[in-house]
């Protein structure tokens, strides 16, 4: 069984965070850069070619926030570690648009159809005791699943933060101490890569760093982006959520229905629907079942709790194409599965991990409070 992920605190100026980030995860940053590293070099990219895509490519995200560079500096440092592996970690796709070789284009197109993800958001009129739950599946490569780390992030000019990421990324999943929590979902249409666009693992760290809800909607509405994604936002204290299908260059909002919210890797907007191609299903077939399944599966329920939650987080109906994905063969990723699953409440600032569910589900609480350690919880019978 795969181990739970270590919890890791960083503080200090961007620079000495990415220092302390990398010495301290140096072994999981380590055995995820290899991976992309190999992989990369099967498609016929060179350390040399890399680096100059790194070095093309950083001007953009300096622009966007000079402070994720100077903090990927200090990753790479600390690990001891070329500045572009760190990159990599957190640009993969759109490193890859920057390359001109057709194999490293079809291998673009591999990265992205290979990720799924199912979100539920549900509101606090719809819980038992008034708290948001923000959970997720994460689907993706299972050789990743050894190489996560949690960060539990002090900020001195804003949020602290707790995500969970690839070791070597500055965030993925997670939530900040005024209750803002964030996830996302692979979504495709015809106008992905046309132009170049910011990281999304570092727009969904600059989510993370606003101390007003407002302004976290805006870092994830108004970025331009190289490729389609669906922007899971909440917001714990009032309970308001935002669904935002975002393609590269126009964003269009879903709401929550009867204080619930269900997102899977297809396009929901009527609007969207009506302006854009969808190009994503004939890679990810199962994701109309996921959505209906996770909604029907919730309906009875007039309260939703986290039982209600994880269970079906950890359905297997319709396996290996399920919510729940066992390790399966791909053609893409060598083997594809849930790496990880999901329960946030932001508003107790608690987030539970499980790693690779099928094989247990044991749920690993982590809190942005200092002086909590993880504990396991595994999910009652009935759940």
Known sequence: ??????????????????????????????????????????????????????????????????????????????????????????????????????????????????????????????????????????????????????????????PDMLTFTEAGGLARFGFNSIGIAITGNYLECERDYRNLGVPLALIRRKVLQQDNPSLAFGAAYATPKSASNNIAISHAPTGIVHDLECAPDETFVVEPRDGLLVHSNHWLSPAALAKLRETGIPDSPCSFWRQQRAERLLAPHAKIGLDEVRGVLLDTAGTPLSICVPPRASSVTGHTATVASFLMRPGLGEMQVAMMPHAGADYVHYTLAADASATAERPTADA
């Not at 999981?28 to 890399?50: F, K, N, P, V």
């Not at 673009?108 to 739950?133: F, K, M, W």
């Open 1 to 158: 069984m795969t181990s739970a992920c270590r919890l890791l605190e960083i503080w200090g100026s961007p620079r000495d965070r990415g220092i302390r980030y990398g010495e301290g995860a140096s072994a999981e940053i380590r055995r995820g850069t290899s991976h992309y590293i190999s992989q990369m070099g099967s498609l016929g990219l060179s350390e040399a070619a890399l680096g100059e895509l790194v070095e093309a490519y950083l001007p953009i995200i300096a622009d966007f926030d000079a402070d994720h560079v100077e903090e990927m500096r200090g990753i790479a440092e600390g690990a001891d570690l070329p500045m572009s592996h760190i990159v990599l970690m957190n640009a993969r796709t759109e490193l890859l648009k920057l390359a001109k070789e057709p194999v490293l284009r079809a291998g673009l197109l591999a990265e992205r159809s290979s990720e799924g993800c199912t979100t539920i958001i549900v509101q606090p009129e719809r819980t038992p005791d008034g708290n948001l739950i923000h959970a997720h599946n994460w689907d993706w490569k299972s050789s990743c699943a050894d190489a996560c780390i949690i960060l539990r992030i002090r900020n001195d000019d804003g």
